[in-house]
């Protein structure tokens, strides 16, 4: 019985974190400016909190300033997207996070389409996903991001590969399945209403876990010698593959944690830095 390799995501971030650290460096140096990520978190999920302030910590690590916007809970819609707007209108904030889910009854897309598209860093927009779809320039939404950064780091080769993409949120999904189209795979698009998906997974040679339900991929369920990228994360540190089944059947495996989030977190800044050399004038 053959054990998958751990794809590091950890290792790879570090890797990732120094570049933004050197080009953050020389912005500064270049221009007095340091490039600046704006976080904002509508009321106090625990969960949410915990994430923002591992970003903003990571953005101050590499030279970045954060500048957190905390807004209560019963924040409306209106409310939210004029803080939004005046972010993108700040030409001090060069990147905007707006930590989701946000709660209810706030409209999510509304609170997407404030932010400017030069500040998506996320890449949580309309504009910016029509963008990726097309293959165009854009901020690639972080986690799609991440993975194809992994996939490439691993040596995947992706022309022609057939891959199961499980979950279709505009922010992981479906940017995920553009991302490996625009690479050349084959790419099957699954989700909750999908029929026979242990048999649709069967057929992959890379599989992106990506649905939100613990443990849900199961090993028996892969191909001998498939990669698989976990993108869940659920309560006590558990991805959407069970690892423990799939890691005896894959050839590639990412770990949770230590697979896909950090390389999530790497990605934003990347964006960030790269927002920054744009709006000041220094991208090539």
Known sequence: MSIAKLMDGRALSRQVLETVAARVRRVREATGVVPTLATVLVGQDPASATYVRMKRRRSEDVGMQSVAVELPLGTDTGQLTREVQRLSADVDVHGILLQHPVPAPIDRRA????????????????????????????????????????????????????AIVIGRSPILGRPMASLLINAHATVTLCHSRTRNLPELVRQADLVIAACGQPRYVRGEWLRDGAVVVDAGYNEGNIGDVDFESAVTRASLITPVPGGVGPMTIAMLLMNTVTAAEQQLGLAS
């Open 111 to 162: 609170a997407f389409e404030a932010i400017a598209l030069s500040k998506d860093v996320d890449g949580v927009t309309a504009a910016t996903l029509g963008r990726v779809i097309l293959g165009l320039p854009s901020f690639t939404p972080c986690t799609p991001a991440g993975i194809m950064h992994l996939l490439r780091e691993y040596g995947v080769p992706l022309d022609g590969l057939h």
